[in-house]
């Protein structure tokens, strides 16, 4: 990824960094600025950072053979490559070394986009589930409202007419900053944005002031490999959130809502959730089904004004009833943080309404008019908490039956296999297994292991290796009143085998299976 041409001052560009020149001179501007060597330009500053599967710092010489005349390492990783010599006779470059790659390139890049953050009203949303569905409905909150707000997220990046997706939940810093630089060339006033552990822990959004931060709820998951080293890491990354936002909005039913506020930056706290503490707390709630839609209906009540550090402001209690388009009591607390969020920059009532009224989520929970007969359900659910979660959601509308129709991804633990496995044939009548993104592995060895979990389980299942032929049985055998869940893969629109993908989208092979 490149960062918009034109020349800059290097010195300016660094200003803010702990770095020391290790080889060469410093030359007086760069042209450009890249992370991946194979975009390095004549005139360029490559910055090496390590990923989960390379380290930046084994394609110096690529990056000096294409141009670079700064090359930003991490302290006590460069050493001197004859190999590069023979550039090196052509061309002058310097090193620099710096104690962190990933926090010296949010800053370039900070500095590369003329710090288009301090331009913007940023808000946040963090934990372990609900990231995308409460940004989401922020989002369509505020663009019901009339207000100019971005969204940065798991299913896409998008301001007014421009989208585009992005391979992380939470963008590399420099790509951020070019988005962000590019929302306020737009007009763009707001943004809301997804925050995930791994974007904490790797610098992603340093720099950032978030006008306003959302914490969801916290799980054990994202540990292992390439991940947090365990549930203490992790939980300490996400309350990296908190130490740099104004005003935080937590789920006060989490246990660990309190860890997160602990040792914030924050000047106002709000909370949400089923306590009666809560400033946002919801009650009387009546799960809403059509022939074709499934919904939730509950009673919200704003208890106090917000919280300061150690104290409680008592306010006048005010209520209305709130419906969303959308099941569960997932999407209860998600709606409640989402409307916490709108009220501190005063989006109408009527605004919320529309939002939560006319909701959709691409890939979460989202329900196709496949048949008025029967529910058509596409989710992202690709792990056994996710679909637990959802299934368990689905059964308390009582459904005549639960088809799940999905697979697990290659490239990840066998045990995960197992365990979603197991759970859906606990929770559903029939399931299907068959193909998500095999990556580099056998497909029907990923099914064998899938099926050992639904044996455990005494579950009904079938196995048809072809996700489309998969699809179009399940809503097939749907009889009505029933739930289709095809899960795994959400808004993803393709399948990833032996390294290639192929397009593919659950939502269009669900809807050429109409029954009227």
Known sequence: MLFRSGMRQTKKLLQELNCRCIRGELPREVKQVAYDSRNVEPGGLFVCIRGSRQDGHAFIREAVERGAVVILTEKGAWKEDNSSQEAAKQQKYCVLETPDTRAALASIARQWFDNPQEKLKIVGVTGTKGKTSTAW?????????????????TIEVCYGTWQQTIRNTTPESYELYEILRKMVDQGCQYVVMEVSSQALKMHRVDGIMFDAAVFTNLREDHIGA????????????????????????????????????????????????????????ADRVQLLRGSDRLGVQYHLTRHRTGK???????????????????????SVYNSLAAIAVAEQYQISEVSMEKALHTLQVPGRIEMLPVSPRFIVIVDYAHNAMALDALLRTLRDYHPGRIICIFGCGGNRAAERRFQMGEVAGRLADLVVVTTDNPREENPEKIADEICVGLNAAKGTYGRIPDRRQAIAYGISHAKPGDIVVIAGKGHEMYQEINGKKYPMDDRELAMKCKVW
């Open 308 to 330: 300061n550090q150690g104290e409680m402001e008592a306010a006048s209690e005010n209520s209305w009833n709130v419906v969303v388009n959308a099941p569960g009591k997932f």
């Open 137 to 153: 409905m922020i989002w369509k909150m505020f663009t019901a409202d009339g207000k100019k707000c971005g969204l940065i997220g």
């Open 226 to 281: 390439g991940e947090h080293a365990d549930f203490a890491e992790y939980m300490a990354c996400k309350q990296r959130l908190f130490c740099q936002c104004r005003t935080g909005i937590f789920n006060q039913d989490d246990p660990y809502w309190q860890e997160m506020w602990r040792g914030s930056s924050c000047e106002r706290v709000f909370t949400y959730g089923f306590s009666r503490q809560a400033d946002y707390c």
